[in-house]
């Protein structure tokens, strides 16, 4: 298996959860930073391969897809996100860009790449992250997340239909408390019910390893 920006929250929940269960051995773990390999290595009793890419760089792309082709990796969850939060007009482009790359244009050419690579046919399962929120309703302060969350699930739904024998998955969870969400941002200022990144892990390790499950799994409070 392969966990795609698994440093923190939700992505790190999953491996913890999947290391819990003693299904990490030979799996590959790619972050932004080597020290945050290493505090993730910490905690597990497995210890995975792992490797620093940074998703918000277009050249980051290839050598992971080469890196998968190599590992024969056959399932793949790409958890990074995020973006700038605040006026859309007060924050600059590069950080709309910045948005934009990781949320949406790199998790869409790691699928383009898995579904046009001959030598990643091995990859069976691919996993992205939506939002209950963001990937289908106007989001205050978040605009260029919720446009690449919108888009992400238009690319993946659209995919799934042209392929529906293959097992392309969409998760979306609900607010999650995590360090995504900072601590201005709507919900926790109004004191709404979040997910605990560790209970939607739970949900998310049982729902992968369940091969009739739906394709698309709604998770919130
Ligand atoms: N939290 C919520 O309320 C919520 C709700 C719905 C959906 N989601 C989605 O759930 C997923 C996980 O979010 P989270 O709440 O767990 O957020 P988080 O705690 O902020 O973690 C985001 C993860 O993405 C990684 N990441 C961000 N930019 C990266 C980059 N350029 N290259 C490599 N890795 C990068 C981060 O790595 P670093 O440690 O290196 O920054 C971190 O591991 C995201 O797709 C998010 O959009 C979250």
């Known amino acids: 298996m392969a966990f795609l920006g698994c440093s923190r929250g939700l992505g790190r929940a999953?491996?913890?959860?999947?290391?819990?269960?003693?299904?990490?051995?030979?799996?590959?773990l790619v972050a932004r930073s080597k020290a945050s390999l290493n505090s993730l290595a910490q905690e597990m009793s497995h210890q995975p391969c792992s490797v620093v890419m940074d998703f918000s760089k277009r050249e980051a792309v290839k050598p992971l897809l080469d890196l998968l082709a190599e590992t024969k990796m056959n399932r793949l969850f790409y958890f990074a996100g995020g973006?700038?939060?605040?006026?859309?007009?007060?924050k600059a482009w590069k950080d709309h860009l910045w948005s934009l790359q990781v949320s949406f244009l790199t998790p869409?050419?790691?699928?383009?790449?898995?579904?046009?690579?001959?030598?990643?046919?091995?990859?069976t399962q691919l996993v992205f992250v939506g939002s209950l929120i963001a990937d289908s309703q106007a989001d205050p302060g978040a605009a260029s997340y919720a446009a690449a969350k919108?888009?992400?699930?238009?690319?993946?739904e659209t995919v799934q239909s042209e392929n529906p024998d293959r097992d392309i998955r969409f998760f979306r969870p609900g607010y999650m408390n995590t360090d995504l969400l900072p601590k201005k941002a709507?919900?926790?200022?109004?004191?709404?019910?979040?997910?605990?990144?560790?209970?939607a892990a739970e949900g998310?390790?049982?729902?992968v390893m369940?091969?009739?499950?739906?394709?698309?799994l709604d998770m919130g409070l």
């Open 14 to 28: 999953v491996c913890l959860e999947f290391d819990r269960q003693n299904h990490l051995l030979g799996s590959l």
């Open 83 to 90: 973006g700038p939060h605040g006026l859309y007009s007060d």
């Open 108 to 123: 869409s050419e790691i699928l383009h790449g898995v579904l046009s690579r001959p030598d990643l046919s091995h990859i």
């Open 150 to 156: 919108h888009g992400l699930k238009g690319l993946i």
């Open 186 to 199: 709507r919900p926790r200022a109004e004191g709404r019910p979040l997910l605990e990144p560790a209970a």
């Open 204 to 207: 998310f390790v049982k729902w």
């Open 210 to 216: 369940t091969p009739q499950a739906p394709k698309i």
